[in-house]
Nanobody, 123 residues
Framework: VQLQASGGGLVQAGGSLRLSCAAS????????MGWFRQARGKEREFVAG????????YDADSVKGRFTISRDNAKNMVYLQMNSLKPEDTAVYYC?????????????????WGQGTQVTVSS
């Protein structure tokens, strides 16, 4: 599976962005998918995850109520809708896939990674 993230950009605090992750490969619908982010000088952190069928999602406390993860298995796409953005959301955002299909917040357990897309939120 190859992943390509897009949709990042510069936005003012309080604004919204929608990130997209395009996946190649016929087994995409069996993968657990996640979004991670890495701010400059910090470790990569889990943002949100979604089960293979899309029926179950999990959000980090820092984004709960503001970000929504979704997927469209027919299109091999995963999305992250980000609302009420804050300057502390500034980071490079990565989509990632886990072959086992099992939920995890640990980056080391994900098998495939996209190239990242920069999100910058100005105050």
């Amino acid at each position: 599976v190859q992943l390509q993230a897009s949709g990042g950009g510069l936005v003012q605090a309080g604004g919204s962005l929608r990130l997209s992750c395009a996946a190649s490969g016929r087994t995409f619908s069996s993968y657990y998918m996640g979004w991670f982010r890495q701010a400059r000088g910090k470790e990569r952190e889990f943002v949100a995850g979604i089960s293979a069928t899309g029926g179950s999602t999990y959000d980090a406390d820092s984004v709960k109520g503001r970000f929504t993860i979704s997927r469209d298995n027919a299109k091999n796409m995963v999305y992250l809708q980000m609302n009420s953005l804050k300057p502390e959301d500034t980071a490079v955002y990565y989509c990632a896939g886990r072959f086992s299909g099992v939920y995890s917040t640990r980056a080391s357990l994900y098998d495939y990674w996209g190239q990242g897309t920069q999100v910058t939120v100005s105050s």
